[in-house]
């Protein structure tokens, strides 16, 4: 299965999952990335992601690859699990992979080496991204889409690197979706036509190569929904992670103007970026995982009543 934060369906026969996430899930003290949707299961503030992988480095350019290769060679476990961009949801992902499979070996490709020894005392195992020696059964890919010239040709290198047996998944974004006037919008939306933006381009061809491979989408950072999708093995498919309240982006920041949480009040949205925006709805992702978002609300996240 292979997926990114929106899941998308493969005809090929390897189980593979994509998911498509709002990618909102810490409180919005700005702008940047925020999405009228947030899926609050987490509730840290970890350092920010390292960079996306760009050019593709050969294994062994590092001590960590040769560390790698020599793992691989001693013979992949059921379990082992490879995440590409292992960043602020990638570790979260490897802390509660271990927790549910004592022994497995977890990787971890990146762009650089800055953060090798963070992700070592981690126990995931660094490696500048590449060809690994011997493939694994779990993939998941973490990486954004920015600093790099080629973001569907990390995710094939990424697919070349699964065996195909378990589960291969994709972080993506319900950006992709067409829709910005506040309208409701699910796992079998349409989505923006290839052509229109170069943002969502990136996106959209990112998760096709996922698809090609086999793999799935999912739309939305959420750990736990990241795991039970991989746990699954389920075909390639789309989606969605978010909670049980949609909102739209005005909404949310009246929520987190009315929590105190922060010292400066958002006064309005000064970008292209307006007020509404997409109200993202994941029922049909939710009755086929058998998931729940810890915070059934964003209101509840902030702990506030409704």
């Given at each position: 299965m292979?997926?990114?934060?929106?899941?998308?369906?493969?005809?090929?026969p390897a189980a593979a999952a994509q998911l498509r996430?709002?990618?909102?899930?810490?409180?919005?003290?700005?702008?940047?990335?925020?999405?009228?949707?947030f899926?609050?299961?987490?509730?840290?503030?970890?350092?920010?992601?390292?960079?996306?992988?760009?050019i593709a480095s050969p294994l062994g350019a590092s001590q960590e690859a040769s560390a790698m290769a020599v793992s691989a060679s001693e013979g992949g476990g059921q379990y082992d699990l490879l995440i590409v961009g292992p960043g602020v949801l990638g570790r979260i992902v490897a802390k509660r992979w271990q927790q549910?499979?004592?022994?497995?070996?977890?990787?971890?490709?990146?762009?650089?080496?800055?953060?090798?020894?963070?992700?070592t005392q981690l126990g995931i195992i660094p490696s500048l991204k590449g060809p690994a020696v011997q493939k694994v059964p779990y993939v998941i890919f973490c990486a954004p889409p920015y600093r790099t010239d080629d973001?569907?040709?990390?995710?094939?290198?990424?697919?070349?690197?699964?065996?195909g047996q378990g589960s291969f998944l994709f972080t993506s974004s319900t950006a992709v979706y067409d829709c910005s006037d506040n309208g409701l919008c699910s796992?079998?939306?349409?989505?923006?036509?290839?052509?229109?933006?170069?943002?969502?381009?990136?996106?959209?061809?990112?998760?096709?190569?996922?698809l090609e491979a086999g793999g799935s989408v999912l739309r939305l950072d959420a750990a736990s929904l990241a795991i039970a999708i991989m746990k699954r093995r389920l075909r390639a498919r789309v989606f969605?992670?978010?909670?049980?309240?949609?909102?739209?982006?005005?909404?949310?920041?009246?929520?987190?103007?009315?929590?105190?949480?922060?010292d400066?009040?958002?006064?309005?949205?000064?970008?292209t970026d307006g007020p509404l925006g997409k109200r993202m709805e994941n029922s049909k992702t939710r009755a086929e995982i058998g998931w729940q978002p810890k915070y059934p609300s964003f209101t509840e996240f902030l702990g506030l009543s409704n």
């Amino acid at each position: 299965m292979s997926c990114s934060f929106r899941f998308h369906s493969s005809a090929l026969p390897a189980a593979a999952a994509q998911l498509r996430l709002s990618r909102g899930l810490r409180p919005p003290p700005s702008r940047r990335r925020l999405h009228n949707t947030f899926s609050p299961t987490l509730s840290i503030s970890p350092p920010s992601r390292p960079a996306a992988i760009a050019i593709a480095s050969p294994l062994g350019a590092s001590q960590e690859a040769s560390a790698m290769a020599v793992s691989a060679s001693e013979g992949g476990g059921q379990y082992d699990l490879l995440i590409v961009g292992p960043g602020v949801l990638g570790r979260i992902v490897a802390k509660r992979w271990q927790q549910e499979h004592p022994g497995c070996k977890i990787f971890g490709h990146t762009a650089t080496t800055d953060h090798h020894s963070e992700l070592t005392q981690l126990g995931i195992i660094p490696s500048l991204k590449g060809p690994a020696v011997q493939k694994v059964p779990y993939v998941i890919f973490c990486a954004p889409p920015y600093r790099t010239d080629d973001y569907p040709g990390d995710l094939r290198v990424a697919a070349s690197n699964w065996n195909g047996q378990g589960s291969f998944l994709f972080t993506s974004s319900t950006a992709v979706y067409d829709c910005s006037d506040n309208g409701l919008c699910s796992e079998d939306s349409p989505c923006v036509p290839i052509g229109r933006s170069p943002r969502t381009d990136v996106l959209l061809k990112a998760e096709n190569a996922v698809l090609e491979a086999g793999g799935s989408v999912l739309r939305l950072d959420a750990a736990s929904l990241a795991i039970a999708i991989m746990k699954r093995r389920l075909r390639a498919r789309v989606f969605v992670g978010c909670d049980n309240q949609p909102l739209s982006r005005q909404e949310i920041m009246d929520l987190v103007n009315r929590s105190g949480k922060f010292d400066t009040k958002f006064q309005g949205f000064t970008g292209t970026d307006g007020p509404l925006g997409k109200r993202m709805e994941n029922s049909k992702t939710r009755a086929e995982i058998g998931w729940q978002p810890k915070y059934p609300s964003f209101t509840e996240f902030l702990g506030l009543s409704n």
